[in-house]
């Protein structure tokens, strides 16, 4: 491949990013210097795939490295390109470049993004199923006292931040599907159901139990207290 063809594939791959991306001109600059560094570690010219694509999964990268997340759902949506695509081309560019999770910022490098929190997923699809603003805060302060006891290390944090939502809204009288809180989320409910198991199995299903009772009688009580400040 000679230099220009690699200049101009380079140029459409950052253009791709310039045109999708919905952030203000400041990101997208620093997005641009930060696709730039990645391929000045080269070997991205050697992944002969649709520009587009390529561009795609950088971005999905670039977010990471910027410490900005976006679930692969929200990269699918900018770019019109399935999310199973964009999963396989984020695979191929981490092997191209030797690029690693690591769990802190301070540990960061050129070789290593950002592992992302489950918390960090929490909010937006809370909101996607309309659950309450009271519970989308049980499910940040459920996250917290659970953290010390998640290993979520190498797995996919969507899938877990989508169990704390569903066990959340289930303590909190919401009721919502597995599938509802799974298209919200942007994974299956196969994944729901085994993060929500390893969840329940982290609690202890008798405590699951009695918190959701409780929370229940501590419902119908303010309801209650509610009719008859009414009345």
Same mark, same amino acid.
């Given at each position: ?52 694509? @390529? &561009? =795609? #999964?950088?971005? $999905? ?8 997340? +976006? !679930?692969?759902? /929200? *990269? ?83 899938? @877990? &931040? =989508? #169990?704390?939502? $569903? ?8 009721? +919502? !599907?597995?599938? /509802? *809180? ?50």
């Amino acid at each position: 491949m000679n230099k220009t063809y690699k200049k101009q594939k380079e140029e459409r791959i950052i253009n791709f990013l310039r045109d999708n991306c919905p952030e203000n001109s400041d990101i997208i600059d620093h997005m641009v210097i930060t696709a730039k560094k990645f391929y000045e570690q080269g070997r991205l010219n050697e992944i002969h795939l649709n520009s587009k694509s @390529i &561009s =795609a #999964g950088l971005t $999905y990268l670039i977010y990471r490295k910027i410490k900005m997340f +976006k !679930t692969l759902e /929200e *990269v699918e949506l900018m770019f019109d390109i399935h999310r199973r695509e964009i999963g396989k081309m984020v695979k191929r560019i981490k092997r191209k470049l030797g690029m690693k999770y690591c769990k802190e910022a301070s540990l960061m490098g050129s070789g290593c993004i950002l592992q992302a929190s489950p918390e960090s997923f929490i909010d937006t699809a809370a909101k996607k199923i309309g659950l309450s603003q009271k519970t989308i805060e049980y499910c940040h302060k459920f996250y917290k006292e659970m953290k010390k006891d998640l290993d979520y290390f190498g797995s996919n944090p969507t899938c @877990i &931040s =989508a #169990g704390i939502i $569903y066990i959340s809204a289930l303590i909190n009288d919401e009721k +919502k !599907t597995q599938r /509802e *809180v799974a298209d919200a989320s942007g994974i299956t409910e196969v994944a729901i159901r085994k993060n929500y198991m390893k969840l329940v199995s982290l609690i202890g299903e008798e405590k699951l139990k009695k918190e959701i009772n409780e929370k229940k009688s501590k419902n119908k009580s303010e309801c209650a207290r509610e009719r008859i400040k009414n009345d």
